[in-house]
């Protein structure tokens, strides 16, 4: 059957003058950003040869014109109307219905696959219009292919679709600029006996062909590679769709559409409303209609079935047949995420062994047996001015059993368990990625293969040689950039101020709700002000963290837009550190402050410190770490359930409202519902890519590591997140986004120098967590010393002071109406309460009534406690971050398999590399002779 004509492209006279160049031009460097230390060669004889007929594009059919489109001069004015065809012909050339085939992912000709489509609605603007135009042309300069589907053909009966198609010879072009590896033997290196083991934790393994181990050597027309044919002999299925369409993204990427300095980029067009999109399609639909194990059809529902459908939480993630679908920047993530998960299990168990024995052993703690029992009726002092009265120690009976369950001796066993969970945690991690590495190809991906910054190479004033390449290149000063970063940083210093400020917010919040809880005349409600203030403050710091967060990345994105930095894992790493220290203190800023100053500066009854008025919020007799186990818990699992809620919710609602339409349609008329119009109508991809999926998962290792020693049950509560997590994003990849395009990436950024940096903070704070929030360290002292048998006291007696009620001065002292209502007529003038604290006692033997100076100073105890407390971070933090460097030490960030690996590839790509120069002069020697004669 002849080719049918379809629509040509959109504002170009005559197709076919460019029609010999579009099939093996080499990169057109001159009329787009080009990429650093290339030149662009003149076009060679061979690329300005016709195609055949898979490689050439449709013609205009000027007979029957089917659709007008007026073309647009470069300053906006209309220009002659051109009009195009999108008629189609059988081989008798009658006309034919020309509706396009709803589940082809090829142009019409049925050979030419579509790497990319770009959406877009006519409008009413003539430059918009212009611009269009400008971009289809410079796009077919390039070598692209366009091939565009008429508005009457869409579900809207609106919007255009262009679909672009790189030709064989233009990808070999791109391949070679970009060093892409392909196969050239393969690994005939043993695996160690040690990949071979089942791990304790093994999973099911996905039905998914796994692939063939490669030896590797970047890509060049003339090399000898496994499956490939030469130059010569077009093989569209030798380069992976995800290869091709992130060659074509390179190219839509860096292609101008104006002589403006600013004018370039599909991005660019996208944001001035040019384009509504831009995407590569998905391999067809996610679901068959077929049933049993030949059900699958493409790959798409090979990963849909076996990766992210519910039932498939048992199985492994399939890592590479994910890299091969998403690219490796993708494939990073989820093999980071599941390696993550995984290494939660043994984390998981020993929590909740600890937590298990703390709720076990609960009725034998003594020091809430002490609360709840002999020393219960002790009379304390009130915990805020005037409204609150005295109250009896047992109140906090069922507060101080809690408490155990995260205040025990297991705590510390807990601790160090975490400590060293997360350096092996982060040395195996390194090991697994280097793995990653050599398996992908993409060990020296930042510092050979990726290239500069459109942004950068056009906003860039100044121009210096390569050393590398000898080449001309962008370049800024470091004059330049320091005055642009340090700029950035004051701006981020300011914004931190503004979290500080919230959270100060929630701070006061906390003050006036406990005042107006004691206020109440129901005794239940005051008896519970504490926790009624925690939960509320918790849930009030969730709501602000979410609001705050838009805010915070839109300034991120536009700070770091003006650092103007030259490749893009540069400027991601530099986003990731502005947001994360912002989330890092709208996250832990409300915690920090209950772990370290909550209870601290509050003074004694008798000078309390006021800042707001109001004196600071005291902790329970039994402490505060319940109170931050709260906290944790609610700020931790609510952003989990409030983060997936939007990740299950939202795109489901975007998707229905985008595609009602087209789902009308397809009850109607089941082709005309194409599988670029099923694309269009998913969510698109995220701008900044996985960056909010990394940043929920690092915040929550920063709660299963920072704060563990108050909550032994995050790594659990984390690992029944990620079970969910993993599968949930794996959906929202396959069925709710638009296919992103392939993206390589190295390693998963700066987020790892985020998580050492956190690993090594997690020894200190939790150190300090159980010095300062816990009892321990006063616990042990009361214990394991001389105190027991010298005071004669108990625990609780000795930890509380007393305080004379006559002392109180007039903002503090209660009403009576509310003494009162408590205790009857007994006044407690002249009488005493206790408190928490170490201070000297009006019935001390260092009290004197005529000197100030001695009454209610802290006393010898308190400093024997303070030092014990200091001493005991000082040798926890030495002993775990000692152990760890150890750990470091002695397991190598490079398994010996991948290392030896690595060297017999670059062993075979210098053989390979040799027999090339030698076939090449064998060449011109044939060539020498054949002149001669």
């Known amino acids: 059957m002849a080719t049918p004509p379809a629509l040509g492209f959109e504002g170009v006279e005559n197709m076919a003058e460019s029609e010999g160049n579009a099939g093996g031009v080499y990169p057109r460097l001159s009329g787009s950003i080009g990429f650093e230390g290339v030149s662009p060669p003149p076009p060679t004889a061979e690329g300005n040869q016709p195609m055949d007929s898979s490689e050439s594009s449709y013609l205009v059919n000027n007979d029957k014109p089917s659709s007008s489109y007026k073309r647009y001069n470069s300053d906006g004015t209309a220009a002659d109307a051109v009009e195009l065809a999108i008629d189609e012909f059988d081989e008798g050339g009658k006309n034919r219905n020309d509706t396009p085939d709803r589940n082809t992912l090829t142009f019409r000709d049925g050979e030419r696959i579509i790497d990319y489509v770009l959406a877009y609605s ?4 003539a430059d918009q219009n212009a611009k269009r135009d400008s971009f289809h042309k410079a796009l077919k300069e390039e070598g692209l292919q366009l091939e565009i589907e008429d508005k009457k053909y869409s579900q809207d009966l609106e919007t255009f679709f262009c679909k672009v198609h790189m030709p064989w010879k233009m990808c070999l072009e791109y391949a070679e600029l970009f060093k892409i590896k392909m196969p050239i033997q393969k690994n005939d290196v043993d695996e160690p006996m040690t990949a071979q083991c089942c791990t304790p934790f093994a999973m099911c393994r996905p039905n998914v ?6 030896f590797t050597s970047p890509f060049y027309k003339d090399g000898t590679f496994i499956d490939y044919q030469g130059p010569d002999v077009p093989q569209p299925n030798f380069f992976t769709p995800a290869q091709r369409s992130r060659m074509v993204h390179e190219v839509l990427l860096r292609t101008r559409y104006g002589d403006e300095q600013q004018q370039f980029g599909i991005k660019r067009l996208v944001s001035q ?49 994910i890299r091969e679908y998403f690219g490796e920047k993708v494939a990073i993530y989820f093999s980071w995420l599941g390696f993550y998960t995984l290494m939660l299990v043994p984390a998981s168990i020993v929590g909740l062994i600890v937590f298990i024995y703390g709720l076990a052993t609960m009725s034998t703690d003594p020091t809430s047996n002490e609360i709840c029992g002999k020393d219960g009726d002790l009379i304390m002092c009130p915990q805020c001015d005037e409204l609150c009265t005295y109250w009896r120690l047992n109140t906090s009976c069922l507060y101080s059993r809690v408490t155990y369950t995260v205040d025990n001796p297991a705590t510390i066993f807990f601790t160090i368990f975490m400590a060293l969970w997360a350096t092996f945690f982060m040395e195996f991690w390194k090991r697994q990625q280097a793995r990653i590495q050599y398996d992908w190809d993409v060990a020296d991906y930042e510092e050979a293969e990726q290239s500069m910054r459109p942004e950068f190479q056009a906003n860039a004033q100044n121009k210096k040689k390569n050393p590398i390449t000898h080449d001309y290149e962008p370049y800024m000063t470091m004059w330049e950039r320091g005055l642009r970063i340090m700029s950035s940083l004051m701006f981020i210093f300011f914004l931190l101020l503004v979290v500080l400020a919230a959270i100060l917010a929630i701070i006061i919040y906390r003050i006036f709700v406990v005042v107006l809880i004691y206020n109440s005349p129901d005794q239940l409600i005051k008896s519970q002000a504490s926790l009624i203030t925690t939960v509320t403050a918790a849930c009030l710091s969730v709501i602000v963290i979410t609001l705050l967060n838009k805010v915070y990345e839109k300034i991120a994105v536009f700070l770091t837009d003006r650092e103007m930095w030259k490749y893009q894992t540069e400027w991601e790493d530099s986003f990731t550190v502005k947001m994360y220290l912002f989330q890092f203190a709208n996250y832990y800023g409300t915690i920090f402050y209950i772990a370290f100053i909550k209870g601290r500066i509050i003074g004694y009854p008798g000078d309390y410190i006021r800042p707001f008025y109001y004196r600071n919020e005291e902790c329970d007799p039994s402490g505060c770490l319940t109170e931050l186990a709260i906290q944790l818990a609610i700020v931790m699992v609510g952003k989990q359930a409030l983060n997936n809620f939007k990740e299950i919710v939202i795109p489901i609602l975007v998707k229905l409202f985008k595609s009602r339409k087209g789902r009308k349609k397809i009850e109607t008329d089941d082709d005309k519902y194409t599988s670029w119009e099923r694309d269009y109508d998913l969510v698109d991809f995220p701008v900044h890519g996985l960056y909010e999926e990394y940043l929920e998962m690092v915040i929550q290792y920063g709660f299963v590591t920072l704060f563990v020693a108050a909550f032994p049950l995050a790594p659990f ?31 998963i950024g700066t987020w790892f120098v985020i998580l050492q940096a956190i690993s090594k903070m997690a020894v200190l704070i939790n150190a300090g967590i159980i010095a300062f929030t816990s009892d321990f360290i006063q616990k042990s002292m009361y214990e ?16 509380l002071s007393t305080f004379r009620t006559s002392d109180f001065d007039n903002e503090s002292m209660p009403i009576p109406a509310f003494e009162n209502a408590t205790f009857g007529d007994t006044i407690y003038a002249n009488h005493v309460c206790r408190y928490r604290d170490f201070r000297n006692n009006p019935n001390s033997s260092t009290w004197d009534d005529s000197d100030p ?6 006393t010898k105890t308190y400093w024997h406690v303070l030092t014990a407390r200091l001493a005991f971070i000082l040798v926890f933090e030495h002993l775990v971050l000692g152990i760890a460097e150890l750990i470091n030490f002695l397991v190598p960030d490079v398994p010996i398999d991948v290392r030896d690996r690595t060297l017999r590839e670059k062993f075979l790509a210098k053989v390979s590399l040799h027999e090339r120069i030698k076939h090449q002069k064998e060449s011109d020697s044939a060539e020498v002779v054949g002149t001669t004669f």
């Open 122 to 125: 006519e409008s009413s603007e």
């Open 209 to 214: 062909e796994e692939e063939e181990d490669y």
């Open 273 to 321: 409303g040019v384009y509504t999109s831009f995407f590569p399609l998905h391999s067809g639909s996610y679901k068959s209609e077929k049933l049993g194990v030949d059900r699958i059809e493409n790959k798409r529902q090979e990963l849909f079935y076996e990766w992210a459908r519910p039932g498939a939480f048992m199985k492994e993630q399939p890592y590479d047949a």
């Open 717 to 747: 509560f984390a690992l029944l997140n990620n079970i969910i997590e993993v599968r949930l994003d794996a959906t929202k990849m396959i069925t709710q986004w638009k296919r992103p395009m392939a993206d390589r990436a190295q390693d």
């Open 784 to 799: 394991y010393t001389d105190v027991k048998q010298d005071t004669g006291q108990s625990y609780i007696e000795w930890s």
């Open 853 to 858: 100076s001695t009454q209610y100073v802290l």
